[in-house]
């Protein structure tokens, strides 16, 4: 009799057993497909938070409302005030919120196949002067080591020219990752862009966060980024101009532009004509003396001889200077460098003086001077 009841017990208890082991299955995955939904819905407001708001108009006010209604997923880098005052927000899922779990490759993979994905959105507001000069939004998603999406969007006071496509939008820059599919992309832009380009700039497509699989995602991330990047790639895949594969800048058709984009801005004196140097990187060099100090040098520097590089010299442009006459030079955005950008050694001239001014101007981290921490 006893051995009976053993025996049906046991099949009972397998049975019990499964239905724990699928119910505690069922409420994983409910758990984490819910978790994914709210962190998805959160993060589209969050997003749409950020593209109200416009840059040089938004006042220091206006953002701190926007810093209360996010203070429980945000803080506050160093102090705020309002001359300086950069907020950011962190939005996590389980997984991602807890880096020494995030690197095990089992729970990873089981995490995805209950239907989470280790997500992290992020995105900061930065005050100036009283007025909200920068922002950003990002997005990275995974599954399985796969990225479903790695892409960010943000504000900057300098665009550098790399190719032809500053010429097309000289206040934004795309740079494609990959673009088939399109997940993994970076955009930059200055908060002198038309804020409806800003607004499209800024559009996403946050359906990664809900993905469930472990296959990447097909549509594009950010659509209107990823779209004008492919209608582009012309420009990236073109010969360079010396032939030898090392790309040469091209020159910004804007002094302002260039001004703005500059490391630094001076009017220097010529001491000696251009000469080759013994770096076939920067095959060029010129001395001069600093007279006038107009961004990023000092008045200390005033006075000082030194010995400027031209890296642009390789793809057969040199500068038209006379020894003993005045100069405005445009560095590259190394300080510790005299690496004199393309075509960045111009006459002194009222115009071209009142020009550079306006550029530097644009470059609101030069012209407000970085925040002390």
């Not at 220097?268 to 095959?283: A, V």
Request: proline share 6%; aromatic share 8%.
């Amino acid at each position: 009799m006893a051995n009976k009841m053993s025996r049906s017990s046991k099949p009972r208890f397998l049975r019990n057993l499964a239905v724990a082991a699928i119910a505690l299955v069922i409420i994983a995955v409910t758990t984490l497909r819910i978790q994914q939904w709210v962190l998805r819905n959160r993060a589209e407001r969050l997003l749409t938070d950020l593209q109200q708001i416009e840059l040089r108009k938004t006042s220091f006010e206006d953002a701190q409302k926007l810093f209360a209604h996010w203070n429980e997923w945000g803080h506050y880098e160093g102090e705020c005030t309002r001359d300086h005052c950069l907020f950011s927000i962190a939005l996590r899922d389980f997984l991602d919120a807890r880096p020494s779990l995030f690197k095990r490759a089992s729970l990873n993979f089981l995490y995805s196949v209950l239907g989470g994905g280790p997500t992290d959105v992020n995105a900061s507001i930065t005050v100036i002067n009283g007025v909200v000069w920068e922002k950003s939004f990002g997005l990275r998603t995974s599954s399985r080591g796969l990225a479903r999406a790695d892409a960010a969007v943000s504000t900057d006071s300098r665009l550098p020219a790399i190719d032809e496509r500053f010429s097309l939008h000289p206040d934004h820059a795309i740079v494609p990752l990959q673009l088939t599919p399109c997940v993994s992309i970076r955009v930059k832009f200055t908060p002198y862009e038309d804020p409806v380009e800003v607004r499209r700039l800024m559009e996403f497509d946050l359906s990664p966060i809900t993905h469930w699989g472990f296959g990447r995602e097909k549509n594009d991330v950010m659509p209107a980024a990823c779209a004008e990047a492919r209608q582009e790639q012309h420009f990236t895949e073109q010969p360079t101009p010396t032939g030898t594969g090392q790309p040469d800048s091209p020159r910004h058709e804007s002094l302002e532009y260039l001004a703005r984009d500059a490391g630094r801005v001076a009017v220097i004196r010529i001491l000696s004509k251009p000469g080759q140097s013994t770096d076939p990187w920067l095959p060029w060099k010129i001395d001069a003396r600093l007279e006038q100090p107009l961004k990023h040098y000092s008045a200390q520097d005033v006075g000082m001889n030194r010995e400027l590089h031209l890296h642009c010299s390789d793809a057969g442009w040199t500068p038209e200077t006379r020894v003993g006459e005045l100069y405005l030079i445009f560095t590259d955005w190394s300080r510790e460098t005299e690496n004199v950008t393309c075509g960045g050694i111009l006459s002194v001239t009222e115009e071209n003086l009142a020009a550079a001014r306006r550029g530097i101007a644009q470059d609101y981290k030069a012209a407000f001077a970085e925040p002390k921490r």
